[in-house]
């Protein structure tokens, strides 16, 4: 692997040495598991992941490693991103977490409102947020 900084966006509290494992639910949705975990090279991207995760408390990000192969998230990259220019990817192998992020800029609160606007009527089209 590279020495690519790697972000998990969550509101999952955890600690240094945990891992996040597939087989859990998703951070989106309600009670499915997930058959992937995605992690992004991009703050941004994270932020995003914390903020829109479902559950209680406070979003957290996490500085992840990879413990096997990622590839591009098609979620982001076959539709709506060409080319992988958010940094996000999955995997079916296990993240260690080895730092959090304490100090970030979430999103406006117009910013926000409109994404899970966005996200609710695509629920309503009968559109998953995530795709397997």
């Known amino acids: 692997m590279t020495s690519q900084t790697f972000y998990h966006g969550t509101k999952a509290n955890l600690n240094i040495g ?3 494992e597939i087989g859990f639910n998703s951070n989106y949705g309600k009670n499915k598991n997930a058959k992937y975990i995605y992690l992004t090279a991009t703050m941004d991207a994270a932020v995003w992941g914390s903020e829109l995760a479902v559950g209680e408390g406070p979003g ?6 990879p413990t096997g192969p990622i590839e591009d998230d098609p979620n982001l990259t076959d539709k709506k991103f060409p ?3 958010t940094k996000s990817y999955r995997s079916m192998r296990p993240f260690k977490v080895v730092d959090e992020v304490k100090d970030w800029q979430g999103h406006s609160p117009e910013q926000l409102k409109a994404m899970k606007d966005h996200l609710d009527k695509l629920k309503e089209l009968g559109i998953e947020a995530i795709e397997d």
């Not at 957290?60 to 490693?65: H, Q």
């Open 18 to 20: 945990d891992l996040i």
């Open 60 to 65: 957290r990000i996490y500085i992840v490693e």
């Open 83 to 85: 080319g992988n220019p």
